[in-house]
């Protein structure tokens, strides 16, 4: 669309600024206040430089949290991506069982995160839990409060469950836009079922799938409540994801500055990757 | 139906699995629960709502958390429209860093905030609001109404805009009377994105508030680890706060797949 020039258009913009400069601004402020400071926690602060990034890292500590976080990140992308397209492929596209399907399959994303944690908490206890219970009544060993395998099971089945949907929510909307006269072409042209998901179907997708990886991205990237309400980042440390670990160091142990510098380490990363995909999205959408 | 129709049909079954087993613990009585596997309410009871409903430690918690929701998603979306209406139409010194300025905001992990926003919202003199809990929460819900808002209006014609001026009227009243009933689908959308992820949030819902604006998910943490473990009184808590989001899922249920496809996200 050909938009005009107009200075005047700031101040429509203004109450967004104003309140997001506020809510944003003030306290990434305060944080890299924090990060440059050091503090024996009777209010005094002194000029400590980088210390506290060199700190971060190189500490064990925090490549561990990333590495648990990449390989979190990265197995979820890979499940609810596929599995998402898949369902909405297969899904009905006209039909009372439309609105059914929706409405059911939104429903996990409009549940309370910490509900999230604990009714999957109480899914998956081996003695009384429907999951641990069954897998244990099938012969398995399982109990996911003391096998690290079990716990990363529990919380990769957890993600799945809980926002699978959204993929599929915004794979059905991208499927949903292509005109039937697409398919009938395909159909003169002898196309079969994979031809017509590789030509038509998935540069529809594109787009909508684009943004589906984004916010995938980003959110698991960040997820905190549940994962915390269901293993508590154990046993030991073996789930304590990246937003787990900085909240022990901030909240818990209340060491400021570690904590500030890690923060600032943690959003550079995902807006560094964050970047990359936007590019890339919008390149897409222009050509 | 098709036979391929099993693999959503499967699908649903699995997301409903954990639901089931949600609801149906809350009707067991705790010496139910604790005295082992049971699939269904052998001795059902409404004896964990009673508590709810009659308990104000426990009901409030919900007044709570609607009041902060729906502050923050009439803020988010009202602030929004202008926004996304300059977005859409006009060309402005700033306006592509603006806008991806906003949105690295969503961006923004909410536990690098917490602390942060305790101090801040303390300093003001806000702590323990309703406010103070709407107005965190703008920050990554206003970027995404303005995300979405300025998808849907770049989809209606400039000519709109122009025919309103030759008809005569002045700016604000095509924009209340004639351009926000014609996007109104969007805002619908807006809406129900804005409320989905102001309710679910926690941490810093918790972190802001300590009693008089306590919201029904911190209330249920701080039962969990004060008073024991009260599974099926936790369960019945937890039932209840799929119910608000299961009412606004069905309102706008004819718009998610539309309102997906045309706004952007």
Same mark, same amino acid.
Request: no cysteine.
């Given at each position: 669309m050909n938009k005009t020039v107009n200075q005047k258009a700031w101040l429509f913009v203004l109450p967004v600024f104003i309140l997001v400069a506020f809510n944003a601004v003030i306290p990434l402020m305060t944080v890299v206040n924090y990060s440059v400071q050091e503090t024996f926690g009777d209010n005094t602060f002194f000029w400590s430089g980088v210390l506290w990034f060199t700190e971060i890292l190189q500490s064990e500590r925090f490549h561990d949290s990333l590495g648990r976080q990449m390989i979190f990140t990265f197995s979820i992308l890979a499940i609810e991506v596929p599995l998402g397209v898949a369902i909405a492929l297969t899904m009905p596209r006209k039909g009372a069982w439309v609105p059914v399907c929706l409405v059911l399959m939104a429903l @996990?994303?409009?549940? @309370?995160w910490n509900v999230v944690g604990a009714m999957w908490n109480i899914f998956a206890l081996p003695d009384i839990g429907l999951l641990g219970y069954g897998l244990n009544a099938m012969g398995f060993d399982y109990n996911f409060t003391r096998q690290i395998g079990d716990a990363w099971f529990t919380l990769i089945l957890m993600d799945v469950w809980h926002w699978t949907s959204l993929v599929v929510l915004l794979a059905y909307a991208g499927l949903v836009s292509i005109p039937d006269a697409y398919y009938q072409a395909a159909k003169i042209d002898g196309a079969g079922a994979f031809a017509i998901f590789r030509y038509i179907q998935l540069p529809k997708m594109k787009r909508v799938l684009t943004i589906a990886v984004l916010l995938r991205f980003m959110d698991s990237f960040m997820v905190y409540t549940e994962a915390v309400v269901l293993t508590g980042g154990g046993p030991g440390n073996s789930t304590t994801l990246l937003s787990i670990d900085l909240v022990k160091i901030a909240l818990?142990?209340?060491?400021l500055g570690p904590a500030a510098a890690m923060s600032i380490i943690y959003f550079l990363i995902i807006l560094a990757l964050s970047w990359v995909f936007y590019t890339l999205m919008m390149r897409n959408e222009e050509s | 139906m098709k036979r391929t129709a099993i693999v959503p049909a499967l699908y649903i079954v699995f997301l409903m699995l954990p639901i089931y087993w949600l609801v149906s613990m809350s009707f067991k009585t705790t010496n139910e629960i604790l005295g082992g596997f049971s699939?269904?309410?052998?001795?059902?009871?409404l004896e964990n709502y009673i508590v709810i409903f009659t308990d104000p430690v426990w009901y409030t918690g919900y007044l709570n958390s609607m009041a902060y929701v729906s502050l923050n998603t009439v803020l988010s979306v009202a602030c929004a429209l202008p926004a996304a209406y300059a977005f859409s139409r006009y060309r402005f010194i700033g306006d592509k860093h603006l806008f991806f300025w906003l949105l690295t905001n969503r961006m923004a992990p909410p536990a690098v905030f917490a602390l942060p926003f305790f101090q801040l919202y303390s300093a003001v003199g806000l702590f323990d609001t309703h406010i103070a809990v709407a107005l965190s929460h703008t920050l990554f819900n206003i970027p995404l109404a303005v995300w979405i808002l300025e998808g849907f209006m770049s989809g209606v014609p400039k000519e709109l805009d122009e025919t309103a001026y030759v008809d005569g009227h002045s700016f604000w009243s095509f924009f209340l009377k004639i351009f926000i009933p014609t996007i109104a689908a969007g805002i619908g959308v807006a809406c129900f994105f804005c409320f989905m992820f102001s309710w679910v949030e926690l941490l810093l819902a918790k972190t802001l508030t300590?009693?008089?604006?306590?919201?029904i998910a911190a209330t249920m943490t701080r039962t969990a680890s004060t008073s024991g473990y009260e599974l099926g009184l936790l369960a019945a808590a937890g039932t209840l706060t799929i119910v608000p989001g299961a009412f606004v899922i069905y309102f706008v249920r004819n718009y998610i797949a539309k309102g997906f496809a045309l706004g952007r996200v």
């Open positions: @996990p994303l409009l549940i @309370p818990g142990q209340f060491d | 699939l269904y309410p052998r001795d059902f009871t300590a009693v008089e604006a306590k919201p």
